[in-house]
T-cell receptor, first 112, second 117 residues
Framework: GENVEQHPSTLSVQEGDSAVIKCTYSDSASNYFPWYKQELGKRPQLIIDIRSNVGEKKDQRIAVTLNKTAKHFSLHITETQPEDSAVYFCAASYAGANNLFFGTGTRLTVIP | ETGVTQSPTHLIKTRGQQVTLRCSSQSGHNTVSWYQQALGQGPQFIFQYYREEENGRGNFPPRFSGLQFPNYSSELNVNALELDDSALYLC????????????????FGEGSRLTVL
C-alpha cells in the first residue's frame, strides 16, 4: 500500500516568514495530494489539493508543488500569521482508492 | 447545509469493554469513512461505508466493526477494548466512495476522543 512520509514534525517560524513542509510518497499510482489543517481540538480541514496533471497550485498565501518523478510534494505558506499555527497533514490517494493515506503531521508554530 | 457531527465527543472506558461511536454525514453525502488518529500521528483508515455496506477496510482487526443506516449516518463499534485503542476517532463523509482521484475531499467531524484505562 501507499506510504506517506512527512517532514519536519515540528516547525517554528517568525510571523511574516515563509514555512515549507515536505512529503514523499511511495506508490507511483498516486495522483491526488491534499493538505489538511487541524487546529487544536478541531477537525481536519482541506486547505489545498493538487492532482498529478499539474506541477504547482496556488491559493493566496498557500501553494503546493508536486514532483512526480521524485515522488514528493510540498506545502508553502508565505507571509505566515499567528492563525496559521496548527498541525498540517499531507495525504495521497489514487484512482479507485477509497481512502486517503496520511502523513504523520507537522506542528507549525508562528511566533508573533 | 449541515456538516459532519459525531457523538460522544469524549468518553472513558476500561479494557475489555465495548464502545459505540456515532456519526451523521454531511448533507448530500452518501459515503462515510472512519479514521483512527493516535496522539501525534496522522489519521489511519479503519473502513468506509457506502450504500449500507462496508466498502474497503484498513489494517484493523475484526473487533472494529461498523454500520451505515439508510439516512447515511454511521456507527463505529469496537469490542474488547485495548489500551492502544485510545485515540481520536474521526468520521469523514464524502460525495462518492472513489473515483479518478481516489475518495476525493473528505469532510471530517470533530471526532470522538476515546480513552481506555
Amino acid at each position: 500500500g501507499e506510504n506517506v512520509e512527512q517532514h519536519p514534525s515540528t516547525l517554528s517560524v517568525q510571523e511574516g516568514d515563509s514555512a515549507v513542509i515536505k512529503c514523499t510518497y511511495s506508490d507511483s499510482a498516486s495522483n491526488y495530494f491534499p493538505w489538511y489543517k487541524q487546529e487544536l481540538g478541531k477537525r481536519p480541514q482541506l486547505i489545498i489539493d493538487i492532482r498529478s496533471n499539474v506541477g504547482e497550485k496556488k491559493d493566496q498565501r498557500i501553494a503546493v508543488t508536486l514532483n512526480k518523478t521524485a515522488k514528493h510534494f510540498s506545502l508553502h505558506i508565505t507571509e505566515t500569521q499567528p492563525e496559521d499555527s496548527a498541525v498540517y497533514f499531507c495525504a495521497a490517494s489514487y484512482a479507485g482508492a477509497n481512502n486517503l493515506f496520511f502523513g504523520t503531521g507537522t506542528r507549525l508554530t508562528v511566533i508573533p | 447545509e449541515t456538516g459532519v457531527t459525531q457523538s460522544p465527543t469524549h468518553l472513558i472506558k476500561t479494557r475489555g469493554q465495548q464502545v459505540t461511536l456515532r456519526c451523521s454525514s454531511q448533507s448530500g453525502h452518501n459515503t462515510v469513512s472512519w479514521y483512527q488518529q493516535a496522539l501525534g500521528q496522522g489519521p489511519q483508515f479503519i473502513f468506509q461505508y457506502y450504500r449500507e455496506e462496508e466498502n474497503g477496510r484498513g489494517n484493523f482487526p475484526p473487533r472494529f466493526s461498523g454500520l451505515q443506516f439508510p439516512n447515511y449516518s454511521s456507527e463505529l463499534n469496537v469490542n474488547a477494548l485495548e489500551l492502544d485503542d485510545s485515540a481520536l476517532y474521526l468520521c469523514a463523509s464524502s460525495s462518492r466512495p472513489s473515483g479518478a482521484s481516489g475518495t476525493g475531499e473528505l469532510f471530517f467531524g470533530e471526532g470522538s476522543r476515546l480513552t481506555v484505562l
